[in-house]
């Protein structure tokens, strides 16, 4: 439990608006380990949204550093996050994120396509997935003919079908009914004991506690960071 | 990412929009199927007289005679009893003394006259000249000979025939060796002569039955032995006497370049023999030298008309994929998101281009193809398909709009992920 999956030092994040200067996250420092569940909570503006950006390499840090899997990606050009985001991330929002024109497997097959891996291989990673998400009856359809709770489903897969180092999920409940949403937390859960490691976005206190920690962001710095209910600085 | 994936992937995105895809290439497809088409019936056309004037030879110089309003007599409202005119003798002479660097000179006696075979009978032209005519129109001998130089020598009644009046007149039988009559003098038909389309077949025995030569040519000097120079054309119950010794004249030129300076020294000539212009010199080479010109002009107004119809294509095309990349900002986000460079996002807009306007061009290019067939099936114009004009069109039409495409697809590629992703 003490390989440091995500290391952010200092992170300053700032974003210019017109002649208006944000400061969306005022240099904080966050440590999340391998196998770790982190839950990250905060009122809309507290910079919770930007911490997942930058984590997920979507973004650049003002000032500080990130290092993911020990690896310093603060300097990377965009061409290098881009490979890290195909190789070692896995993404889950809200809004699911599903290309409406490609079938469940050529959705799942995305990531994989960018980093070349052939058709054949791609193919068989995926319908391994999908059968896992129990999506077996679905493979052929698109995102359009299929529930809430399968569109997620195909997602988780296709988050998953690069083995990511870190799972980032984004209010991933939060267009589902409280059933579904219900199955697809448990899915969570069943890859956080595999080991994944997993930081998730959401206001739902219920949803928290499922987690092993949380962290709450407020105004662009982390109030509190509570592992099993008990707190440590 | 290996390209075949590539367009998989743009093919699919199109066949999600069809009908949208099909408007945009109907851009192209206008643009190069209207290129193909016209450059087809301009180099038909082109051909047409480059054919007409390398008949005449561009080493040749023809003079014709004109009749001109005789104004000194039509004045006093009696009419000419014999109306002279055009070239004569003397200025065969005078021209084969004084034009510089002429190799031959074939003297030339235009008539119409009845001809007739049995109890067959047309009334066609007659050409009287010299054994030297030949060799001036560039025809081809089908069967038997010209007449020879002997044949002028003696004033012998022998004829050649076209390949279209062989045909009309001696059908059934071999014309070689028979009499025929042309206004009720005998002459023997010594050989059967094409037309210059004609020395392109290959075919050896019924080449005669193609062509479209339907004059009689005789020696001039027999012709002159029996007739004389006086005309006596017969028209409408009035009869016109005419007395023109020479309708036409060929003047053979050596060297292309000498052809200017033999110009020159005919019009001097003839400025000197003729009180009136009743003549008219006609240089192929000068109509060779304008053809080129007109073939000039014309190839910019239709690179002009060709450069626009392809540029309002290619920004046709620019329009359709800037309104698809801002309608598919979302997946644009996504596959950044899940690992797609900017490499790559641009690769998949500019594939979807590539795809559209090369199948656009192709369709251009079959429809290209077809209309000036139509154009020649239906209304007897001549066109011809080039290669050029098809490569010319295509790539044109391709890289216009790949250059036209690199914009949207780049805005597509240099999108914020973040805010892409967030785009309803």
């Given amino acids: 439990m003490s390989e440091p999956i995500v290391e952010l030092k200092s992170a300053v994040k700032e974003y210019v608006n017109g002649s208006l200067r944000v400061t969306a996250l005022r240099g904080i420092d966050l440590r999340i380990d391998r196998g770790e569940y982190a839950v990250i909570m905060g009122a809309s503006g507290s910079g919770k949204s930007t911490l997942l950006n930058l984590l997920g390499c979507l973004d650049h840090l003002t000032s500080g550093n990130y290092l993911l899997g020990g690896e310093d990606i603060s300097n990377l050009t965009d061409d290098e996050l881009s490979e890290i985001r195909s190789r070692r991330l896995g993404f889950i929002f809200q809004s699911y994120n599903l290309i409406p024109q490609l079938n469940v497997l050529e959705n799942i097959e995305v990531p994989l396509f960018y980093q070349g891996i052939p058709e054949s291989a791609a193919r068989v990673t995926a319908e391994r997935l999908a059968k896992r998400m129990g999506l077996s009856s679905r493979l052929r359809h698109k995102p359009m003919e299929l529930s809430g709770g399968q569109q997620q489903r195909v997602a988780i897969a296709r988050s998953l079908v690069c083995d990511p180092l870190l799972m980032l999920a984004d209010e991933p409940t939060g267009n589902l009914d409280s059933k579904t949403g219900h199955e697809i937390l448990e899915l969570i859960d069943e890859l956080h004991a595999e080991g994944k490691t997993i930081v998730m976005v959401t206001h739902d206190d219920d949803i928290a506690h499922r987690a092993q920690r949380v962290v709450r962001f407020m105004d662009g710095e982390i109030i509190s960071n509570v592992w099993n209910g008990e707190a440590k600085a | ?424």
Avoid at chain 2, 122 to 151: C, E, H, I, K
Avoid at chain 2, 357 to 371: M, Y
């Fill in chain 2, 1 to 424: 990412m290996r390209p075949e994936r590539m367009v998989k992937l743009a093919v699919k995105n199109l066949s999600q929009y069809k009908l949208r895809a099909g408007l945009t290439m109907l851009g192209i497809i206008f643009g190069v199927c209207s290129v193909v088409a016209m450059l087809s019936v301009g180099e038909g056309a082109n051909l047409e007289i480059q054919e007409k004037i390398q008949r005449m030879g561009s080493q040749n110089i023809l003079i014709r005679s004109v009749k001109v309003p005789s104004d000194e007599d039509g004045g006093r409202g009696g009419r000419p009893l014999i109306a002279a005119y055009g070239l004569t003798y003397e200025d065969e002479a005078d021209l084969s003394r004084f034009v510089p660097n002429l190799v031959a000179k074939t003297p030339i006696k235009r008539l119409r006259y009845d001809v007739r075979f049995k109890e067959r009978r047309l009334q066609t032209d007659v050409v009287a000249t010299t054994p030297w005519y030949l060799r001036v129109q560039n025809y081809r001998m089908v069967r038997g000979r010209f007449f020879s130089s002997a044949d002028m020598e003696f004033g012998t009644p022998v004829c050649v025939i076209g390949t279209r009046l062989a045909r009309m007149l001696f059908a059934g039988f071999d014309p070689i060796g028979q009499t025929m009559t042309i206004d009720s003098e005998a002459y023997t038909v010594v050989g059967i002569v094409g037309d210059i389309a004609q020395s392109e077949l290959t075919v050896s025995n019924e080449l005669w039955l193609e062509g479209e030569n339907q004059a009689v040519y005789i020696p001039l000097r027999t012709y002159v032995q029996k007739r004389g120079d006086l005309f006596i054309q017969l028209s409408e119950g009035s009869g016109t006497f005419e007395k023109i010794e020479l309708h036409e004249l060929i003047l053979t030129i050596d060297e292309q370049e000498n052809v200017v300076q033999a110009v020159d020294a005919t019009r001097r000539v003839l400025r000197e023999n003729h009180k009136k212009e009743d003549y008219s010199i006609i240089v192929p080479l000068e109509l060779i030298r304008q053809a080129r010109e007109t073939r000039r002009l014309f190839n910019i107004v239709l690179g002009s008309i060709a450069a626009i119809s392809l540029i309002v294509g290619g920004i046709g095309i620019m329009n359709i994929m800037l309104a698809t990349v801002s309608e598919r900002t979302r997946e644009i986000g996504i596959r950044r998101a899940l690992g797609a460079r900017r490499r790559d996002i641009v690769l998949q807009f500019l594939m979807e281009t590539l795809i559209l306007s090369i199948s656009g061009g192709v369709i251009g290019l079959v429809f290209g193809a077809i209309i000036p067939m139509v154009i020649t099936a239906s209304t007897n114009v001549k066109t011809v398909l080039t290669f050029p004009a098809f490569a010319v069109a295509f790539t044109v039409s391709v890289t216009v709009s790949v250059v036209f495409g690199i914009y949207p697809a780049r805005r597509a590629a240099l999108m914020d992920p973040i805010d892409a992703l967030r785009h309803e």
